[in-house]
């Protein structure tokens, strides 16, 4: 599977993209993460990507223009950036493909949206920015808006981030042991994953329910089963 990020601020996925999970996904060549800075399709010599909204208000907006190359040049890489038409790029639905936008309007980012992004062959996201983005953006070139909660985040990185690592533990081969994934919290029909010990069997004199430590896997199963049940309630 391919990642694409489209950013002002590249340096962001530096490091955590080369940290534990996505850095093995990478080695075992299971994702291609390609950061691509929006700067350099702007046409200009400052390198100007947003400016003042039609109609006054605060902040700035982040033109559509130097988005359009952007996602253009991942489709035609035989092409100059300065050489693409901004009209060439539209909404499609060709491969099999997503393109996002991280916005604090878009839809709920879900475990159910992690798992049908992590069957796809790629997944671009554009970052959204703290002033918001040309509106043309949403309608004409991605193919969904997503939020990952309820409030307002400076932009769209982290965002970005999160989707990243959510869609990529979920990819074949990724994880050590896949048994990990079905039991999880907000996995199929669980909401919730059961609680879970590990050694010393007690510490400060808090000690591991004892229906984990008897051997009885039917037992287990249903204790487990119980706890997930209680904290759906």
């Known amino acids: 599977m391919k ?4 950013t002002l601020f ?18 075992k060549s299971l994702v291609e993460f390609e950061i691509i800075d929006i700067r350099d399709f702007a046409t200009d010599k400052h390198q100007i990507t947003d ?12 033109k559509i223009e130097p988005i359009a190359r952007a996602l253009h040049s991942l489709e035609t890489r035989n092409q100059k950036p300065e050489s693409l038409n ?23 980012f879900t475990q159910e949206k992690a798992k049908n992004y992590s069957e796809l062959d790629e997944l671009t996201i ?10 043309r953006v949403a309608e004409h070139l991605v193919d969904e808006e ?16 999160v989707i990243s690592d959510a869609v990529t533990r979920l990819l074949p081969g990724v994880l050590g042991n896949e048994e990990s994934l079905a039991n999880e919290s907000h996995s199929q029909d669980v909401k919730f994953a059961h609680p879970v010990y590990t050694v ?4 400060n004199g808090w000690a591991v329910p004892e229906v984990l430590l008897a051997g009885d896997h039917k037992k287990i199963e249903g204790w487990r089963e119980n706890q997930q049940t209680s904290k759906m309630s």
């Open 146 to 161: 997503i939020r990952i909660g309820d409030y307002v985040l400076t932009g769209g990185e982290s965002a970005a981030l």
């Open 126 to 135: 554009i970052c959204g920015h703290y002033g918001g983005v040309d509106e």
């Open 51 to 62: 400016d003042r909204p039609y109609g006054g208000g605060a902040g700035m907006v982040l």
């Open 86 to 108: 901004k009209t060439q790029r539209t909404k499609t639905k060709d491969q099999n493909s997503v393109t996002l936008l991280t916005s604090a309007k878009g839809k709920l």
């Open 10 to 27: 590249p340096e962001y996925f530096a490091t955590p993209l080369q940290q534990s999970i996505l850095k093995r996904a990478k080695q």
């Open 3 to 6: 990642i694409n990020i489209l």
């Open 200 to 203: 010393p069997r007690e510490f």
